[in-house]
């Protein structure tokens, strides 16, 4: 095909709004494509972060991840989870789901357990020290607009760089993406294009004790209230809290702080909601007081409309344009295959950005709309009010734990809907420079 220097084209100026897994991940697949591109990748934060939870990578993405040749790096460092326990509503009682040992049917811990950092580092270092791919932190888009008359986006900067335009622009922002709110508004219905779904959670790191466990220990109680502790590679505990309801008036004091990232405001909501909730939740609230990565963010899906996740030369990236929210477990690989097919779409016509942005949100679609589709009922069904909620909670995880469902549990899986079968998706395994 050729770059788009041997057509006497300049290279492509691209610009990526985010620095953490799907935008380096995007940037990766560019230059393994031989793109001509000069490609700018910001980010908020003053340098790559070194904190966050555990994620993983799951189904298609781990194909992505094995053809970028990180599968050993992100496998030395893994979170040293072993499996999930789920610790029933007397405290002390539990039961034990293990991990497989088998990328291709992977249990609530995957194979590929990652701190989100750890996993965000992993992608930096793979591409800080190519030519065409400049890191900027401590910057973020002020405005942006589609200038018909160039053809390309017109980008003003908050920090350091100077305004510029750019052939392409890439929201890769997270969930609360500000490149979506200046490219796509605050959607139809003002919402911001935020599903809510009746759920706020807290994550946070406390000391380790002796008592921890290599298992993730999830606990739940009445008034839809989690506590879940997870092992780390780093000598201490990552935790969260979550509070879940069908009436999102509970949520009316918290939802302010949280906009405004109030963490005072945010913690004595928490104290308050977790008080005498049982189990560990005392220990975690001394912790939560001193943490000193403590965030807390309410559980949405994003959900684009019928034009899709990308707009002339502006495309939104993982969490951005589709976040399908922690309880999917897909995020992260949502987000890793997302920056596959978008590379591989603008490889294969980089003189024509707004085609191949087109074809990327065809292609994706599919897969994006399948990994956001949840258990009717969910989060409300899976975290009761009542006592006698747990009960039937309590029931339902003791079958799904027990030898004889391991057994036939992945024969009950080939009768599920259509729909949640998200291994009916076929990634595209070759685009222009690229494979997997």
Known sequence: MGTLHDRGMPPLKILISGGGIAGPCLAWWLNKAKVDAQITIIERAPEPRASGQAV?????????????GLE????????????????????????????TGDDKNQSFTSEYEILRADLANIFYDATKDMKSIEYVFD????????????????VTFTNHLPQAYYDLVVGADGQVSRTRRLAFGHGPQKDDYLRRLGEYMAFFTIPRVESDSQWAQWYVTTRGRLVCTRPSPYNDTRVFFGVVDWDLKRFGKIEDAVKKRDEIREKEWLGKEF?????????????????????????????????????????????????????????????????????????????????????YVTTLRPFSDQCQRLIPGMPQVGFPQSAWGLKILGMFVTVITSPIWQRIGPWVKCVLPKDFKRDKWQLPKQYAGMSV
């Not at 893994?78 to 539990?94: L, P």
């Not at 973020?140 to 018909?148: R, S």
Request: hydrophobic fraction near 40%.
């Open 139 to 154: 910057e973020t888009i002020k405005d942006l607009v589609q200038d018909t008359q160039t053809d390309k986006v017109h």
């Open 275 to 359: 008080e005498g909730a049982g189990w560990e939740s005392k220990r975690v609230l001394e912790g939560m007081k001193t943490a000193q990565d403590f965030y807390m963010q309410e559980i949405v899906q994003v959900k684009m409309g019928e034009e899709g996740f990308a707009k002339g030369r502006v495309a939104l990236l993982g969490d951005a344009g589709y976040c399908p929210s922690p309880l999917s477990g897909m995020g992260t690989a949502l987000a890793i295959v997302g920056s596959y097919v978008l590379a591989g779409e603008i490889a294969s016509s980089p003189s024509d950005i707004p085609a191949a942005l087109q074809r």
């Open 72 to 99: 050993q790096a992100i496998r030395d460092k893994n979170t040293t989870e072993v499996g999930f326990e789920f610790v029933y509503a007397d405290g002390v009682s539990k039961a034990r789901m293990g991990a």
């Open 56 to 68: 993983d990578i799951r189904g298609a993405a781990v194909d992505v991840m094995k053809a970028m």
